[in-house]
C-alpha cells in the first residue's frame, strides 16, 4: 500500500471504507501536502447510480468555498478505471468518533461546533446546494477544533434533476433522517437542519434521538413517536439549548428553523450566555456543564430544572444519593396529590347542599351528591374503535417504510411481505392490523391493503395505501378523529 500511486498522489493509509468507496490518505509530491482521495470500489465502476453520486460530489463540492466545508482539489479516473476525488485531509476524527470515545466537551464546545456546521452548511445553501446526510460521521474536527462537513454524495442542487433513484426510495441515514425523508416525500434545506438538530441531540445526550431494530423501525419513530426533551437524558443540557434542538427537530418543516440565520441566531446566543456566565464565575468552568457523552453519576447532584441564561432565580438539587428518576418520580407524584387535593375540594364544593330542605340531610346529602358527580365524571368514551384505527394505520406507515428499506436494498419490490421477513425488516405477527385482520403487498399496483373493522379484503371498509404512504381508501372515521381534525383545521385558520 505505500508504494501504490495515483497519478502524482503517494498513498500512504486507510483512513475510511464505505459501502461504495474508500477514503486514503496520500501524499501530493508536487507541493509536499498531505490529502485525502476517495476512491470509488471496483465493483461500482461500472454501477450508473454509485458512478452518478460520485460525480455528483465532484460537481457539487468543486463550486463550494469555505472554511465549514472540506474542499475538493481534483478530480480523476487511474490506470485502473476507478474515478477518483482529491480533497483536503482534516487531521482529526468525526464527531461520531468524539461520541463513541465519551469525550468530555463543554456545552459551549458543543454549541461552538454545531454553529460551525450549521455556517457549512448555510455556505452550501446559498450556492443551492441541499446535503441530505448530515450525520456525526459527515462532521469532522480537526485538532484546533476546527469543523468541516464532508460527503456530498447525496447532495442535492435545487432546480436540477440530479438524483434518479428507484422509485420510493430513500436517502439519508436512518437516525438523523427528517420525517418527511422517512416518508418518501421530498425534502428541502429544513431537512438538513432536522439532522442536524438530531445530530446536536446526540452530542448532547451521548444517546441518537430515535434507535430501533430495524431502519424501517428508527424511521417510523422520527414520524409518529414524540421527542424527548434532552434535558431527560442529560439534566445538565441548559433550558435555552434543549428550546434549538426541539426547535430544530419540529416534526413539520414549518414549525422548524426556516433559514439557517435564524437558526444562527439561536445558536450564538446560546453561547454567548454560556461564555457570560463563565467569566461572571456563577459557575464553575466545566462542572456543571458537562456533556451527556458521559453521563453523570446517580450520586451526584442534579438540577431541578435546566439551568438558562436566560432564566435568574434559585436552582434547586436532588438530595444526594437519589437518583435523578426517583427524585422526579417523586416531585410527580406531589404534583398529583396537590391537584388531587384541589380536585376533590372543587367537587366538594359543587355537591355542597345550597337549600334549606337539601341542607337538612347533612353529610349523606353531600356524600350522596359527590358519589353521583364522580359517576358521571367518569364515565369515558368508547375509544376501543379510534386505538384500533389509528394503529392500523400507523402499522400500515411502518410497512411502506419498510417495503422502502426492501427496495434500497434489493433494488426491486416485494413480490410479498414474506420477503421482507426473510431480510429481517419485520416480523410475520407484523401481517396482521389492529382488528386482527390480514394486511398483504399487492407488487402488481404496489398497493398495500389491510382488510380493516370487518376482517375481510377486498370490501370498502379496507385500509389501501400506496407505496409512498398515501392512504387511498379507509373505512369509516371514528367520530373522535374528525372531532380533532376539525379543532385542528379551526386553530390553525386563527393563526
Not at 468543486?62 to 465549514?68: C, D, E, F, N, V
Not at 439557517?260 to 459557575?283: H, N, Q, V, W
Request: glycine fraction near 8%; charge should be neutral.
Amino acid at each position: 500500500m505505500t508504494s501504490r500511486k495515483i497519478g502524482p498522489y503517494t498513498i500512504v493509509g486507510s483512513l475510511a471504507r464505505g459501502a461504495t468507496s474508500e477514503v486514503l490518505k496520500a501524499i501530493d509530491e508536487d507541493v509536499n501536502r498531505v490529502v485525502a482521495i476517495k476512491l470509488l470500489s471496483p465493483e461500482f465502476v461500472r454501477n450508473p447510480e454509485a458512478l452518478e453520486r460520485f460525480e455528483r460530489e465532484s460537481r457539487t463540492v468543486t463550486r463550494l468555498h469555505h472554511p465549514g466545508v472540506a474542499a475538493i482539489h481534483e478530480a480523476g479516473v487511474t490506470l485502473e478505471g476507478q474515478p477518483y476525488l482529491v480533497m483536503e485531509y482534516v487531521d482529526g476524527r468525526s464527531l461520531r468518533e468524539l461520541i463513541s470515545n465519551k469525550t468530555d466537551l463543554s456545552f459551549t464546545q458543543q454549541l461552538n461546533l454545531i454553529i460551525q456546521a450549521a455556517e457549512g452548511l448555510g455556505a452550501a445553501l446559498s450556492h443551492s446546494i441541499i446535503h441530505r446526510d448530515i450525520k456525526p460521521a459527515n462532521l469532522m474536527v480537526d485538532r484546533d477544533w476546527h469543523l468541516k462537513v464532508v460527503d456530498f454524495g447525496l447532495a442535492k442542487i435545487i432546480g436540477e434533476d440530479t438524483y434518479k433513484s428507484v422509485a420510493g426510495s430513500v436517502m439519508g441515514t436512518p437516525r438523523y433522517m427528517a420525517p418527511e425523508i422517512a416518508l418518501g416525500r421530498t425534502g428541502d434545506y429544513r431537512s438538513d437542519i432536522y439532522s442536524l438538530g438530531a445530530t446536536f441531540y446526540h452530542l448532547l445526550t451521548g444517546r441518537p434521538p430515535f434507535d430501533g431494530d430495524t431502519p424501517a423501525a428508527v424511521m417510523l419513530q422520527h414520524v409518529n413517536s414524540p421527542l424527548a426533551s434532552p434535558h431527560l437524558l442529560n439534566p445538565h443540557v441548559p433550558a435555552d439549548i434543549c428550546e434549538i434542538v426541539l426547535k430544530a427537530m419540529a416534526k413539520d418543516p414549518t414549525h422548524r428553523y426556516q433559514d439557517y440565520d435564524e437558526l444562527l441566531s439561536d445558536l450564538k446566543a446560546a453561547k454567548m450566555g454560556r461564555l457570560a456566565r463563565e467569566k461572571s464565575g456563577r459557575f464553575e468552568v466545566g462542572e456543571i456543564e458537562k456533556a451527556a457523552v458521559r453521563h453523570a453519576p446517580a450520586a451526584e447532584p442534579v438540577l431541578s430544572r435546566p439551568p438558562s441564561y436566560m432564566t435568574e432565580g434559585k436552582v434547586t438539587a436532588a438530595p444526594r444519593g437519589d437518583s435523578y428518576w426517583t427524585w422526579r418520580a417523586n416531585k410527580r407524584l406531589k404534583a398529583m396529590g396537590v391537584l388531587l387535593a384541589i380536585g376533590t375540594a372543587v367537587l366538594i364544593l359543587a355537591a355542597w347542599p345550597t337549600g334549606r330542605e337539601e341542607s337538612g340531610r347533612g353529610l349523606r346529602s353531600i356524600v350522596g351528591a359527590l358519589v353521583s358527580r364522580l359517576t358521571l365524571w367518569g364515565e369515558a368514551p368508547e375509544d376501543a374503535y379510534f386505538n384500533q384505527y389509528t394503529t392500523s394505520l400507523d402499522k400500515i406507515q411502518y410497512l411502506v417504510l419498510g417495503v422502502k428499506e426492501y427496495v434500497v436494498a434489493t433494488g426491486r419490490y416485494p413480490s410479498s411481505l414474506e420477503d421482507l421477513v426473510e431480510r429481517r425488516i419485520i416480523v410475520k405477527t407484523e401481517f396482521l392490523d389492529a382488528w386482527g385482520g390480514t394486511i398483504r403487498f399487492e407488487p402488481q399496483t404496489r398497493l398495500i391493503r389491510a382488510a380493516g373493522p370487518d376482517g375481510i379484503l377486498g370490501t370498502g371498509d379496507d385500509f389501501v395505501a400506496d407505496e409512498n404512504g398515501r392512504v387511498l381508501q379507509r373505512p369509516a372515521e371514528p367520530e373522535r378523529l374528525a372531532v380533532e381534525k376539525d379543532t385542528e383545521l379551526r386553530e390553525r385558520g386563527k393563526k
